[in-house]
């Protein structure tokens, strides 16, 4: 049997789920730096962790850094495909960069995953009507 592999300063993965619970709640509490920094503290002990990669894209968004924060989201979804909330997000993102077909095509792959999403619906419809896809968006909405 291989021996385990220690994590920097001996943390377990229960302390990197506390923290990032703890990181979760300062993002809702509105305290986005102090939330980025956990975050990062986080992506320096696991490099890959997906939720933290999509979370501190967030709080980069959330503060007026769009771009900065589409890179990390990007880097989420890289190490896991399947992050429906990452995806609508980057979704979000993307059509507020001005990059509207992106936005699409990472709208319709979070729905492709969980076609009851709301918001990604919601944001699909609105990506559509700024592309003056009309017809296309109002289906989107009545589902």
Do not use: C
């Amino acid at each position: 049997m291989a021996p385990l592999v220690r994590r920097p300063w001996s943390l377990t993965m229960a302390d990197l789920t506390h923290m990032l619970t703890q990181a979760v709640n300062l993002h809702q509490a509105g305290r986005l730096e102090e939330a980025a920094a956990v975050y990062q503290q986080i992506l320096k002990i696991e490099p890959g962790q997906s939720d933290a990669l999509h979370l501190l894209g967030l709080t980069h968004y959330q503060s007026g850094r769009a771009e900065e924060g589409a890179h990390w989201i990007v880097r989420a979804i890289a190490e896991n495909p399947g992050m429906v909330e990452a995806l609508a997000n980057l979704g979000i993102v993307l059509a507020d960069l001005g990059r509207r077909d992106e936005s699409v095509a990472s709208l319709r792959r979070a729905l492709a995953l969980d076609p009851r999403h709301v918001g990604a619906r919601m944001a699909l419809g609105n990506a559509l009507m700024l592309l003056e896809r009309f017809d296309e968006a109002l289906d989107g909405y009545r589902h």
